[in-house]
């Protein structure tokens, strides 16, 4: 077994300004997850199935109701989710380059909680077993964040960056683009949003009303520290240039336990504050197996809130 720990190394000044102040150095650190309730949460494996498929009635069966105001969820519960990866992940249309042995969906344990200072995710899953060998990374956790503005992501999760020219996506042809919202996109057609970019003076009005899934990841491999990374995914990905966020990660016995964290206060624009009262769309996707690009598991809509309130987690003070 490893224990990693690279967020407590970079917290040693903290520890010695708590110890300086008289507190506890480890007060802002320790969580006690055995308190915190766990929630199941089935992640799927979609292959080429993007926000464009899925809105097209004659690929995907739920896009007219989809359209018409019903939720994913509303639709696929957690038997769906394994049911329809399992057939995705053979050779078939949504999936024209299958990964040997590669389970259709993956289920997931989650936990949030706050300390007063920090905002924490705590994911654990039991690792597929299988080796695509598209990465150096046996795994990558990520969590996306965002707000009401992005009505994507309130309805469908991961689907909101999810496009269809996006690479590795069925409509990527020679210039892929990189995940994006629509927000941030002149026109929408069935195979995505292209070139199209709205003018940038849009784009910063976008950011500068919080319009934008914020990201917080840890690419994952055995005996290894952690490398976490956070940014926002707008116009595409803008991966900050240190991390704000901090990652520990912990594999025995084939489990994954990974903790990401950062303060509740967002530190300026592409990072989101989060405070009682308000709820946060939450997208979670895995990347087991020695995999990159789109051959990852994703969640549908899920929501957080802090300390009470309506939402799937609640992120209640440790
Ligand atoms: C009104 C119900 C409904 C809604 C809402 C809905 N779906 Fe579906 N979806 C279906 C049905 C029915 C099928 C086909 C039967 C099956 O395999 O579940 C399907 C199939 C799928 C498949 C598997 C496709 C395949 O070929 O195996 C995926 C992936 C999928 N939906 C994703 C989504 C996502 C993502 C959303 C939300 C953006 C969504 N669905 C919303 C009803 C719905």
Redesign the pocket.
């Known amino acids: 077994m490893t224990s990693i720990s690279n967020a407590r190394a970079m917290l040693r000044p903290l520890a010695l300004a708590c110890l300086l102040a008289g507190l506890p150095a480890t007060q802002a650190l320790a969580v006690d997850w055995a308190g915190v309730p766990a929630k199941d949460i089935a992640l799927?494996y979609?292959?080429q199935?993007s926000?464009e498929?899925?809105?097209t009635k004659n690929?995907?069966?739920?896009?007219?109701?989809?359209r018409?105001g019903?939720?994913?969820?509303?639709?696929?519960d957690a038997e769906?989710?394994a049911?329809?990866?399992a057939?995705?992940a053979e050779a078939?249309?949504?999936e024209p380059s299958p990964i040997a042995g590669k389970p259709g969906h993956l289920p997931i344990k989650v936990q949030v909680a706050h300390d007063g200072t920090k905002l924490y995710f705590r994911l654990q899953w039991k690792e597929t077993g299988s080796n695509a060998k598209q990465s150096e990374f046996a795994a990558h956790a990520s969590v996306m964040l965002s707000d009401a503005s992005v009505k994507?992501a309130v309805?469908?999760?991961?689907?909101a960056g999810c496009h269809d020219d996006v690479e590795g996506m069925a409509s990527a042809g020679a210039a892929p683009q990189e995940k994006y919202l629509g927000a941030s996109r002149a026109k929408l057609g069935r195979t995505g949003g292209g070139a199209n970019l709205k003018p940038q003076a849009d784009i910063d009005k976008l950011l500068a009303a919080g319009t934008f899934l914020e990201y917080w990841s840890a690419a994952l491999a055995p005996g290894k520290p952690p490398v976490a990374a956070n940014g926002y995914i707008l116009d595409k990905p803008h991966k900050a240039a240190s991390p704000a966020v901090a990652a520990d990660a912990t594999f025995a016995g084939g489990e994954w336990t990974v903790v990401l964290s950062r303060p509740l206060a967002g530190a300026g624009p592409g990072q989101k504050s989060f405070t009682a009262g308000n709820v946060y769309p939450v997208g979670i996707a895995i990347h087991d197996g020695f995999t990159k690009g789109r051959w990852h598991y994703v969640s549908?809509?899920h929501s957080l809130s802090i300390d009470g309130g309506a939402a799937d987690l609640v992120a209640k003070k440790q």
Request: charged share 35%.
């Open positions: 799927a979609a292959g199935a926000w498929w899925v809105l690929d995907h069966e739920g896009a007219e109701k989809f018409g019903k939720d994913c969820r509303q639709c696929h769906s989710i049911k329809d990866g057939k995705i078939g249309k949504l994507e309805r469908a999760g991961c689907w549908m809509e």
